[in-house]
T-cell receptor, first 108, second 116 residues
Framework: AQRVTQPEKLLSVFKGAPVELKCNYSYSGSPELFWYVQYSRQRLQLLLRHISRESIKGFTADLNKGETSFHLKKPFAQEEDSAMYYC??????????FGGGTRLMVKP | ETGVTQTPRHLVMGMTNKKSLKCEQHLGHNAMYWYKQSAKKPLELMFVYSLEERVENNSVPSRFSPECPNSSHLFLHLHTLQPEDSALYLC???????????????FGEGSRLTVL
């Protein structure tokens, strides 16, 4: 069975501070990890995927298989980054399992 | 309208009622999903349809009955629900069926269900 854990339900930082949203997973196979985001009054949408190794809106995430983690990072948080962030894992059967989500609040 | 559209946005029903949630996508995708989002639980996958055939049930109680008449429409029929079924029900679509392709799901805004 697979599981995605986001240990922090709420993360509050000041504008300009670094931010790291934690994600840990358990899965016996080779995982594919994703981060989804939901801004206020908007629908859930894909932010980035680990296989692309891309930076979206200044966010990056590195898959660490040794630590089974896929933490989302941004060096300088902006107020518009305030949202719910969900980590997700795709298994060999191509089904997505989501973590419980972390609400990021960026204070001015 | 483009994207994934869900109706109704809000629904209140009694435990003996029968109601349906509707999802429509205009993205040309051929896989559609129902997720349940409760206040204290992660997003839970309920059903997956690929090319109008159900490929994942995920042990959902029979009081939830999905229907996918074509690749653009997905329904969730509700019957004799319980108060603990109150949640936000999200519909999503993706470009390919069992293989999600890029892994990107396109979500609707959800239907907020309250069971009294």
């Amino acid at each position: 069975a697979q599981r995605v854990t986001q240990p922090e339900k709420l993360l509050s930082v000041f504008k300009g501070a670094p931010v790291e949203l934690k994600c840990n997973y358990s899965y016996s196979g080779s995982p594919e990890l994703f981060w989804y985001v939901q801004y206020s009054r908007q629908r859930l949408q894909l932010l980035l995927r680990h296989i692309s190794r891309e930076s979206i809106k200044g966010f990056t995430a590195d898959l660490n298989k040794g630590e089974t983690s896929f933490h989302l990072k941004k060096p300088f948080a902006q107020e518009e980054d305030s949202a719910m962030y969900y980590c997700a894992l795709r298994n060999a059967g191509n089904m997505l399992t989501f973590g419980g989500g972390t609400r990021l609040m960026v204070k001015p | 309208e483009t994207g994934v559209t869900q109706t109704p946005r809000h629904l209140v029903m009694g435990m003996t009622n029968k109601k349906s949630l509707k999802c429509e996508q205009h993205l040309g995708h051929n896989a559609m999903y129902w997720y349940k989002q409760s206040a204290k639980k992660p997003l839970e996958l309920m059903f997956v349809y690929s090319l109008e055939e159900r490929v994942e049930n995920n042990s959902v109680p029979s009081r939830f009955s999905p229907e996918c008449p074509n690749s653009s429409h997905l329904f969730l029929h509700l019957h004799t629900l319980q108060p603990e079924d109150s949640a936000l029900y999200l519909c999503a679509s993706s470009p390919r069926g069992g293989a999600l392709g890029s892994g990107e799901l396109f979500f609707g805004e959800g239907s907020r269900l309250t069971v009294l």
